[in-house]
Each structure stands twice: as structure tokens, then as C-alpha cells.
């Protein structure tokens, strides 16, 4: 993969999906994010070719890119390129040292459609790390109680709220833009 280039002349909002399920989840945040905020270019990443294969030209991203590996150097050599005002991560995304170098430069990141469950390693002994990363994030917005009150279990909550499952806002969004069918309408009567 080559590393993206980006001849953008202002900061960018810049959403990740590890995935195509991630992306249809994300997907309702990018087109409001695109119509509220239309002076800010729009990156969207993936990190599965599922998701980048099949939405590498989306309308309602100004680039889609493939996300480099996790590491220092790539992370700082993203980051300065890409130039993100802000951050928005779905659902499972926690890469450390792009969280890091996104804290180092005080660009918020913001978790959505957060999913947490007790068997992760944010709830082990052993995650420190883990939770390193959870503080990297200054908006964390997640699916349900049960992952608000795991957070406050480890007292990540205080950045947390209970914002439901956006694959809700996409389902009814396909419903109510759907085409009659006559072919269907005729077998329906």
C-alpha cells in the first residue's frame, strides 16, 4: 500500500472504520458531519480491504484512504499530512500510537458507537495500556448502559454517554428513501 498523499490547504475531519460493518454504522456521522460542516474536507479510512474496496469512491468522503500501520512513524506522518481538526472513530477502533500523537497535538478524538464487554482487556489487570488509550479519547459515545457502567467500572466514564446504536439512524434512513417496486407492489396486491 502506498501512503496516502493529501493536497488539502485547511484542516480535515478525518473518520475511521476498521470495516464495512463499521462504515454503515459511521455512515449517518459522516453525512451529518458533511452537511453541517461543509468547509472541512472529509477522510475516511479503512483498515479491511472489505471496507476499502467497496467504498473507496464515496460521495460523501473528499478521500478514502487505507489506514497506515500502527506505529510512531506512521502515526506523526499521517497526522502532519492529513492535518484532522477532529477525530471520529467507530465502534472498535484503538490504535496507540495514533491516539497518542493525536493527544500529543491536542486533536480531539471522539469514539462512536462504542461497544464495550467485561471479557476486553480494559477490564483485565493487565490492560493499563487499554485504558491508556480510553483516556486518549475526549468524546467516547456509546451503544448502551451496560458499556457506560463497564467504563465507570474503571472510572473512564466521566467523557461517556449513552448515544444508541447509529445503525438504528441508517436502517430507518434506507427505509424511508426506498423506491416503490411495481413488480413488488403487483405481488403485494
Known amino acids: ?17 476498521a470495516s464495512l ?3 454503515e454504522q459511521g455512515r449517518p456521522v459522516i453525512e451529518a458531519l458533511k452537511k453541517n460542516y461543509p468547509q472541512y474536507p472529509i477522510v475516511l479510512s479503512f483498515f479491511s480491504p472489505s471496507g476499502y474496496e467497496i467504498r473507496k469512491n464515496f460521495p460523501g468522503a473528499d478521500k478514502v484512504i487505507y489506514l497506515p500501520v500502527d506505529s510512531h512513524r506512521n502515526a506523526a506522518k499521517l497526522i502532519n499530512a492529513m492535518n484532522p481538526a477532529i477525530v471520529f472513530w467507530v465502534k472498535y477502533e484503538y490504535w496507540y500510537h495514533y491516539l497518542s500523537a493525536l493527544q500529543q497535538r491536542k486533536i480531539p478524538v471522539v469514539l462512536v458507537s462504542g461497544i464495550f464487554r467485561e471479557s ?19 468524546q467516547i459515545f456509546v ?12 472510572n473512564m466514564h466521566h467523557h461517556a454517554l449513552v448515544a444508541g446504536d447509529t ?15 411495481p413488480l413488488i407492489e403487483k405481488f403485494i396486491g
Open 143 to 154: 451503544q448502551n448502559e451496560s458499556s457506560l457502567q463497564l467504563l465507570q467500572s474503571i
Open 167 to 181: 445503525r438504528f439512524d441508517r436502517v430507518t434512513t434506507i427505509a424511508n428513501d426506498a423506491e416503490p417496486l
Open 1 to 17: 500500500r502506498k501512503f496516502p498523499v493529501f493536497e488539502f490547504d485547511k484542516p480535515c475531519i478525518w473518520v475511521h472504520c
Open 21 to 23: 460493518g463499521e462504515f
Open 120 to 138: 476486553q482487556p480494559f477490564f483485565t489487570w493487565y490492560g493499563g495500556i487499554w485504558k491508556k488509550m480510553l483516556a486518549g479519547f475526549h
